[in-house]
């Protein structure tokens, strides 16, 4: 079975610095990987997701992030962050084939606050 | 506009009663599914569904029920054996296949117990 660990449930920046959220999987098969954001009593929209094409992934909003299979990560970064920037955001994973009916799995969220 | 709709936005259920919150999509997508939201733990899938007239139950299907009887609706009933209901509920539907695959989200009910 695959999981999804997000490591910092809370992480804070400042206008303007690098954005670093992590996420870790474990799956026995190739994944898909996705990254969410989700705004206060809103839905998911989709940021960027990773299947098997290139490894750096490049998303809305100028977020982008990398698969590495080495370390089992994809972690999402942004050069600059913006008040904008300031949600939730979840990252997913969906294994390739099998009988998993698009199931995602994810993982526990990384509440992001960007200070003035 | 295409999307997914969910409604209504808040919901108040008092003890003992069944409620239903209703998602709508007219992307033409044939796979929905229910998932529900906790603080602090994620989204956990509650219903799928992969085309009309079928479902299955996800990682938390106990004290819930669904229908499929139309590919643009897939309404989910808390019913009273969910001992605790109070939580953000996310309807998402999928587009594509294989590497193309996507899930769309709603934008969320939530449900309050009085």
């Known amino acids: 079975a695959q999981s999804v660990t997000q490591l910092g449930s809370h992480v804070s920046v400042s206008e303007g610095a690098l954005v670093l959220l992590r996420c870790n999987y474990s799956?026995?098969?190739?994944?898909?990987l996705f990254w969410y954001v989700q705004y206060p009593n809103q839905g998911l929209q989709l940021l960027l997701k990773y299947t098997s094409a290139a490894t750096l992934v490049k998303g809305i909003n100028g977020f982008e992030a990398e698969f590495k299979k080495s370390e089992t990560s994809f972690h999402l970064t942004k050069p600059s962050a913006h008040m904008s920037d300031a949600a939730e955001y979840f990252c997913?994973?969906?294994?390739?084939?099998?009988?998993?009916?698009?199931?995602?799995?994810f993982g526990q969220g990384t509440i992001l606050t960007v200070h003035p | 506009d295409g999307g997914i709709t969910q409604s209504p936005k808040y919901l108040f259920r008092k003890e003992g009663q069944n409620v239903t919150l209703s998602c709508e999509q007219n992307l033409n997508h044939d796979a929905m599914y229910w998932y529900r939201q906790d603080p602090g733990q994620g989204l956990r899938l509650i219903y799928y569904?992969?085309?009309?007239?079928?479902?299955q139950k996800g990682d938390i299907a106990e004290g819930y029920s669904v229908s499929r009887e139309k590919k643009e609706s897939f309404p989910l009933t808390v019913t009273s054996a969910q001992k605790n209901p109070t939580a953000f509920y996310l309807c998402?539907?999928?587009?594509?296949?294989?590497?193309?695959?996507?899930?769309?989200f709603g934008p969320g009910t939530r449900l309050l117990v009085l």
């Open positions: 998402a539907s999928k587009d594509g296949a294989g590497l193309q695959e996507t899930q769309y």
């Open positions: 799956s026995s098969v190739p994944p898909y």
């Open positions: 997913a994973v969906r294994v390739a084939g099998g009988t998993s009916y698009g199931k995602l799995t």
């Open positions: 569904s992969q085309i009309v007239n079928d479902f």
